[in-house]
């Protein structure tokens, strides 16, 4: 997996690794069971302070997307293909990308341009076969 | 001329020509410790003071060595260090006119301006990372085995003095005056094998506008540089080597013969020299058309970025400004990131992390280890 933030951009680097790991499990290239560099590693790797990836990793935890144990480190809990979510969990990410879709739609976005960008970013999602985009 | 006056000589060349080249073997987005985007590496400054940079370090290297031949009679042996002192302190004073230029430049016209700087990994590399050549180890740890057979067979017959160094010096015999040598192979072969292999823990320099193809480059001009520090401390070994010969007895040489036991050392030096040319820092004179591999069909992707993707073609990407890291453009001092080791600035190589206790806890063994 190619890991790549902005140290010195906007958004908090601990927010900008976590981002990069769930777009690398939805793009498949990080499936479940796959595991991730130690926290020391990955804050070698990337020139940032240990801390801050332990706090991507943390949040990831939480967000139930990564298992964190002493003996085999950081390993990827669900991926495409590990069926649907939960229900609560659904409706909250509903309401996040309503938000979302919602701040192009205020800034004048036309709907087709939105819904292209939608489809453009789903395209480069791994779903188990059968299961894609169209 | 005596071994002595040559071995305080041909530094004076070597390190003349060294300096002279160095711009050349760096990455081209580093311009004499400053870090300048990609497209940024023909300008008309940094083609200017490159040329100034070579033409000044060249004249500083004839002129110091020209005053090096002249003098090797006079004054004692301190003198030739002197003079290698003054043409290093003059070939920085050279780097730091042209960083300081370069700098200038790019602050007044805002190089980095608009660019998305961004740091880069590849987690494959902790996955499947490259292996340290132990192989190339054997033939310094066999000549150590060699020195200390011989010695063992020679010591009975020694005399109750032995010479020390090149001044013609005698200490009394013992173990640890016999054997000296033996202690000074192990030294710069531990020093130096322990010091590859914190570098083979660092992480590797990948640019964020061709990370997959920095990184296989990374990995080419790693395993080649760590080949050429072996061989550089076999061929130490076997100039440590010959020189116990020498204080053991076996052999005698006189005149220029006695400069000999230098030859392996210097050739292990040239060595060292043609790989640095040939690979680059990091790899950057590598050949950029490599194999098409899995890594590299999945980032190009992936450098295209979320915005990339989403059908506004991708954006360019910079290795991150990081100058102010960089203290005089040479030495490496970041808080934040926990690297013992990184990639050195100027010329090939690595360099310590001096924020990181580790890193002064290594010199300081280092220092240690030597004075014991």
């Known amino acids: ?134 | 001329m005596t071994l002595s006056s040559l071995a305080a000589i041909v530094p004076v060349p070597f390190f003349g020509a060294l300096s002279c080249i160095t711009p050349a073997i760096t990455r081209p987005t580093l311009q004499f410790g400053v870090r300048i985007p990609g497209d940024r590496a023909g300008a008309p400054v940094i083609r200017r003071e490159r040329r100034a940079y070579f033409w000044r370090t060249a004249a500083i290297g004839v002129c110091w060595t020209v005053a090096a031949v002249l003098l090797h009679g006079y004054g004692s042996w301190w003198l030739a260090r002197i003079i290698l002192l003054l043409e290093l302190a003059a070939d920085l004073g050279c780097f730091q006119i042209a960083r300081k230029n370069i700098a200038a430049v790019k602050n007044s016209e805002g190089w980095f301006a608009g660019l998305r700087q961004t740091v880069a990994t590849d987690t494959n590399w902790r996955a499947d990372p490259p292996r340290f050549p132990v192989r190339w180890l054997l033939p310094a740890l066999t000549v150590i085995a060699a020195t200390v057979i011989v010695g063992a067979v020679r010591y009975p017959g020694l005399p109750a003095r032995l010479p020390v160094g090149f001044g013609g010096h005698q200490v009394p015999k013992s173990i640890v005056t016999a054997f000296g040598i033996v202690a000074g192979q192990l030294y710069v072969t531990a020093l130096w094998t322990g010091l590859m292999l914190i570098v083979y823990r660092s992480r590797p320099d990948i640019e964020s506008a061709d990370p997959a193809g920095s990184t296989r480059r990374y990995r080419e001009y790693l395993n080649a540089c760590t080949k050429a520090v072996l061989t550089l401390l076999a061929l130490v070994n076997v100039t440590l080597l010959l020189s116990a010969l020498q204080k053991w007895q076996v052999y005698k040489l006189s005149g220029i013969a006695s400069a000999l036991p230098l030859l392996p050392f210097v050739v292990g030096l040239l060595i060292f020299a043609v790989v640095a040319v040939r690979v680059g820092q990091g790899g950057t004179r590598l050949s950029r058309v490599g194999p098409v591999n899995i890594l590299q069909a999945r980032l190009s992707r992936v450098g295209a970025g979320p915005s990339g993707r989403a059908g506004q073609g991708p954006q360019p990407r910079t290795d991150r400004d990081d100058d102010r890291f960089w203290k005089a453009g040479l030495i490496y001092v970041n808080r934040d990131d926990p690297a013992i080791m990184v990639g050195a600035r100027f010329g090939v190589g690595w360099t310590f992390n001096f924020a990181n206790p580790a890193a002064w806890l290594i010199i300081a063994g280092i220092i240690w280890a030597l004075s014991a």
């Open chain 1, 1 to 134: 997996m190619l890991l790549s933030i902005e140290p010195d951009g906007p958004v908090p680097i601990y927010q900008q690794i976590r981002d990069r790991i769930v777009e690398a499990i939805a793009e498949g290239d990080q499936p479940a069971g796959s595991g991730l560099p130690s926290t020391r590693q990955l804050a070698v790797d990337l020139g940032v302070n240990f801390h801050t990836v332990n706090k991507s990793y943390d949040l990831l935890r939480q967000e139930g997307l990564l298992r964190i144990s002493r003996k085999s480190g950081a390993v990827v809990q669900r991926d495409p293909g590990s069926g649907p979510p939960d229900p609560s969990w659904a409706r909250e990410w509903a309401d996040r990308l309503r938000t979302l879709l919602a701040e192009a739609a205020a800034h004048g976005m036309p709907e087709q341009d939105i819904i292209r960008q939608c489809q453009a970013a789903v395209a480069h999602f791994a779903f188990p076969a059968g299961e894609g985009a169209a």
